[in-house]
């Protein structure tokens, strides 16, 4: 089965936003509730749970890539603030930087894979 290039769009459009669901779920559940992964502390989790959902979602959207980085760091600053509403959690702003230096660095990461996907697609 070869996947094209839109083919590959869809599912990232589909797995961009199961990431940002996961995400606002995990950040806004009670701590003892939060997902976790043993291996990765709280920043690594942060940091490549945001690279993940900036990847997917800026190759799923390449004509907007600068509105869905901007979508994504209003999303983690909002997230931020709302868990400040959550008797368990805290909302600070190195968690935020964390978050929004993933999603800058997955949307990189998209722009990289676009194109080396490009340059290799054979002509139809």
């Known amino acids: 089965m070869k996947l094209s290039l839109e083919k590959l769009r869809r599912i990232a459009v589909l797995l961009g936003w199961a990431f940002v669901l996961v995400i606002a779920v995990a950040t806004l559940s009670p701590i003892e509730a939060r997902p976790h992964v043993p ?38 600053i909002g997230l931020e603030w709302l868990q400040t509403w959550e008797a368990t959690r805290h909302g600070l702003p190195r968690d935020a930087m964390v978050k929004i230096a993933g999603a800058a660095l997955g949307s990189g990461f998209s ?14």
Not at 111 to 124: G, S, T, Y
């Open 111 to 124: 722009v990289w894979f676009d194109l080396v996907m490009q340059r290799f697609r054979k002509p139809a």
């Open 39 to 76: 291996m990765l502390g709280a920043n690594a989790e942060r940091f490549l749970s945001y690279f993940a959902a900036g990847a997917a979602l800026a190759f799923a959207y390449p004509r907007r890539r600068w509105l869905v980085l901007a979508g994504i760091i209003a999303f983690a």
